[in-house]
Each structure stands twice: as C-alpha cells, then as structure tokens.
C-alpha cells in the first residue's frame, strides 16, 4: 500500500489503517498556521519540510465557543464522546487522508468531506466520521478542517483596511476550505487519486460550505460533483430572511465593529494580540446562550452575490449533484421555527401582491391549523421546500440533480431520524455510536454508503453495492417526474405528489430574482 508518498512540500508517511488495505494520513499541512501576524488574514499555502513527515496524529480542532465534550448537550453524547481529549487551537488547517490505493497511478476518485457545525463548531474526525469505511469502497476521502466562527468569519473595517487590493477581506474559513480543495487538486495523484473527479460533500454548514465553494469562481475548474446535506439555502421571494443568507460586507463589518465594542477590544492590533482563548471567553460573556457567532459575508470576490443569485441565473458549474435530508428535522425543531398562524399565512399571501388570490386559492387555507400545517410540508418548510425548490429548478435547466429524504427509525431513544443522523449511515459508521442499531440498521448503512462512493465515482448513485448487489434505481429529479429515495428500513425509490404552491412559490422566485 501507498505508506510513503511524496506531495509537493514533502515527503508524508501514513499509517496502516483499521482495516490493513487502507493508509492513512493525519494532520496533513495545507497551510501555514494561521497565527500571529497570519490570524485574520487568507491562507497561506503550507511550508516546504525535510525529512519525512509521520502524519500518524490529528491536528488540533479548530476553535470553539465551547471545547466539545465537555457539556451536556445531545450531540456530546452523540458526536463528541471522546472529544475532551484533543487540543483546540487556532492551528488547524490540516488534512485527514484515507486512501485504499497501492499505487500512484490508480487515479481513484476523491471525496472530499466538509463538516458542519453552523460554521461556530466541528471538526473532521469525529466520532461519526469513519472514512475508511468509505475508502474501501474505491475513492481516496479528504476531510478537511478549517477556521470556524470568530477565526474563520470575522470582518471588521480594520481589516478590510489592511487587506491587499485583489485579496478576500473575509470569509477565510471558506478560503481555508478553497485552499485545501486546490491543496488537493495539486497533490492527490500522489495517493492514487484522479485531480480531475473531486466531489466535494457536506452536512448542515457543511452543506452551505459545498455551495459556497460551487458558487466562488475562485474553485473553477475544480469540482467534478456536489452532495449537499440538510442544509440547502433557497429562496423565493417571499421570505424575510431567507435560510442561509449571508451579511453584506458593511453588515458583516459593523457586526465585528460591535463585537469589539462588547468585548472591550479598543483596536484590531489589541485583537491580534489577545489570545486566542481569551477571545473566546470575551466573546461567551457578551452572549448567554452563545448565538453570537460570525457567518458568511457577500464579499465581492470570494463570495460575490447570494446562493440563490447564481442558481436563478445558472451560474453554478454544471456538475451533478445530489441532495437531501432528514424527515425528523422537517417535522419539528430548529428548522420549522414556531407555528404560524391564520393571520400569518394571510399576512405571508399580501406578499403576492395582484397573484394573492391564486395563492390563497392553491393553498386553500381557512384557519389556524391548516396554517399551521403548512409549516411541515414541501411548500413552507424550510429544508423540505429549499431542498425540492432546488431540485426542480436545476432540473428545469437541464442539470442533473438526485434528491433523497432519510427517515429511518433510529433506536436508543425519540429523537427520530434528527439532523446529522444520517452520517452514521452515510459513513457506515454505525459500530462506533451509542445506539443499539441492528441488523437492518447495517444493511440500510450498506446501501447509503454505496450510493455516495458511486456517485463519486460516477456522478450517478446507481450500481452495485459494496458486496456487487444491484442497488434499487434512484432516478434523476425531473419535474415531470419528481423522483425521490427514501431511506427507510432499506432504499425505496418514490415519485412525490405535485405541489402546486411549491410550483407557484418557484414561479415567483423566478421573477422575482430575474427582474
């Protein structure tokens, strides 16, 4: 196996993995670290090293509000059981490489995997995380670690001030992210991977992330394929503030202005100078329930306009993607929000101006609970809606788009086949959880894993599963054909009913953002 390899700053040496067939590579260096004089600024590529570099550890986790594993919240348990245990620093910009090859020249596809986290939290190996599990289905997987939250998405007038001309002036945990997919693109065929079949996936911010990198025209050229899970922004037209919608540049600006206020920051060279844990404790004690956190801003560069913006105007790369969710996080939770009521609705239909009646009249809406009802179906939920909006839009265009709904029971408790619940079975990782999953459980995990490793390698989820079983066919998305597969006790492909008010939403959209 591929122990050994030599990548353009050096010489890395890997371990055997779990599984003997597997090497891997942790702690790999993309970038120089981001500190001191570099915190707050864009990726700097890695330095050049002697020798052989032992990738056999992970770097540090990238810096949090709250060091996971030491809490009490559901995901601790959940995500994070052996978390306490590792380092967390602004050093963090590096890679976890797990590759099946044995030789340099069999040009393997790539998955390379971004975590979520809300961009505040997360880090590539977590515990639901289990890439050879995946490697050995034939693709080389990257995970990549990248700035979060204050360090990853701040921006202030003092920085854009000291940035040179032509350069990002935030946004740099997605330009770690972009540096690492180039990274990538320039070193992979040392591990026995294919430069030019990259697909890039993610959950939740995750997700988000793999759409800022397909919209940035800083990644043309790079990306051969994208999954998205839970977690597409959309938009219609219609909305207040639409899920995932990124600060403009002045918004983000006066954001970081206030946090330095509250924090008793009296300049960007007393920040810089700060350290970086302490940072963090200024910034816990200005917000109790830790939701001040720092996102995506509309730079003009990196990030040049909303998501939504470049998918109306078929500005994405056309590659094929595939996209999806969990039904439990449709039905209640952080992504339905609180009810809405009659007068809501009414109030969300006066939106449509002349067209209100056809809305009302579609919708067929007469009191609070048919209202409230809404909420959890494919024309106002958040992720349902977003996800299929999407679908019907790139397939309207020709693009080839594969939608997917995870609703599994998942044992140990009630939550339901919650956010991030599907991870354990996209990474057929199911030995390491908590949870009494059976059987079928590891058949249903078989069958996922298989179609992601397809799709990487083919840019189509249909084939054979790991043991050369014929999958059951998941169709292309068409709207005139909604195709679906659920993930339910095993793969069960489905045709979804028409949704009129989806239809008369998109419609909207359309008009709307091309007017």
């Known amino acids: 196996m591929l122990r050994k390899v030599q990548v353009k700053n050096g010489k890395l040496q890997g371990l055997v993995g779990k599984d003997p067939r597997i090497t891997v590579f942790r702690g790999v260096p993309y970038a120089k670290p981001p500190v001191g004089e570099l915190r707050w600024r864009a990726p700097q590529p890695a330095k050049d090293w002697e020798g052989v570099r032992k990738c056999y550890e992970y770097g540090d986790m990238p810096m949090m509000r709250v060091h996971p594993g030491t809490d009490d919240h559901f995901y601790t348990k959940e995500l994070h059981p052996t978390s306490a245990d590792y380092g967390m620093s602004e050093d963090c910009l590096y890679l976890n490489i797990f590759t ?91 591990f026995g991977g294919n430069p030019e079949r990259i697909v890039i996936c993610g959950q939740s911010a995750g997700a988000g992330s793999v759409q800022a990198q397909l919209c940035s025209p800083l990644n043309e050229g790079l990306i051969a394929g994208a999954i998205c899970q839970s977690g597409v922004s959309m938009a219609f037209g219609d909305e207040d503030k639409p899920f995932g919608a990124a600060m403009t540049l002045s918004q983000a600006e006066a954001h970081g202005e206030e946090f330095f206020r509250k924090a008793g920051l009296e300049s960007l060279e007393q920040a810089q100078n700060t350290a970086a844990d302490k940072l963090m404790e200024k910034l816990q004690e200005i917000t109790a329930d830790g939701r001040y956190g720092f996102g995506q801003c509309i730079d003009g560069r990196f990030v040049r306009e909303s998501v939504w913006e470049s998918y109306y105007h078929d500005r994405l790369p056309d590659v094929p993607m595939m996209i999806g969710l969990c039904w439990d996080e449709t039905q209640g939770g952080m992504f339905v929000g609180e009810g809405l009521s009659y007068e809501g609705f009414r109030e969300w239909a006066r ?32 992720l349902l809606s977003n996800s299929r909006g999407f679908c019907e839009l790139r397939a309207a265009m020709g693009k ?79 709207h005139e054909e909604k195709a679906v597969m659920k993930f339910l006790d095993q793969a069960v492909p489905a045709i979804l009913a028409p949704s009129p008010l989806l239809d008369f939403r998109l419609a909207w959209g359309k008009a709307y953002f091309n007017s």
Not at 130 to 142: H, K, S, Y
Not at 166 to 179: A, I, K, P, R, T
Not at 352 to 377: P, Q, Y
């Open 351 to 382: 939106k449509f101006g002349e067209r209100e009646e056809e809305f009302l009249g579609l919708a067929g809406v007469t009191d609070d609970a048919a209202a409230d009802a809404l909420i959890r179906t494919d024309a106002r939920n958040m």
């Open 100 to 190: 099946p090859a044995a030789a340099v020249d069999e040009n393997l596809p790539v998955f390379c995997y971004i975590h979520g986290g809300g961009l505040q939290d997360g880090y590539n190996y977590e515990v639901e995380f289990d890439p050879e599990r995946v490697a050995r289905r034939g693709v080389i997987v990257v995970m990549i670690g990248y700035r979060l939250g204050l360090f990853g998405f701040l921006a202030h007038p003092a920085i854009t001030a000291r940035t040179p001309a032509g350069e990002v002036v935030s946004n740099f945990g997605f330009q770690d992210q972009s540096l690492a997919l180039h990274w990538v693109w320039e070193n992979i065929a040392a």
């Open 400 to 478: 080839k788009v594969y939608y997917y709904i995870f609703d599994h029971d998942i044992p140990g408790d009630d939550a339901g086949s919650f956010h991030g619940s599907d991870l354990w079975f996209m990474f057929d990782s199911l030995g390491n959880s908590w949870r009494p999953f059976e059987g079928r459980h590891y058949d249903l995990a078989r069958q996922v894993t298989s179609y992601w490793t397809n799709f990487v390698k083919y840019g189509d989820p249909n084939g054979p599963d790991y043991h050369g079983n014929t999958l059951p066919h998941w169709a292309a998305y068409r």
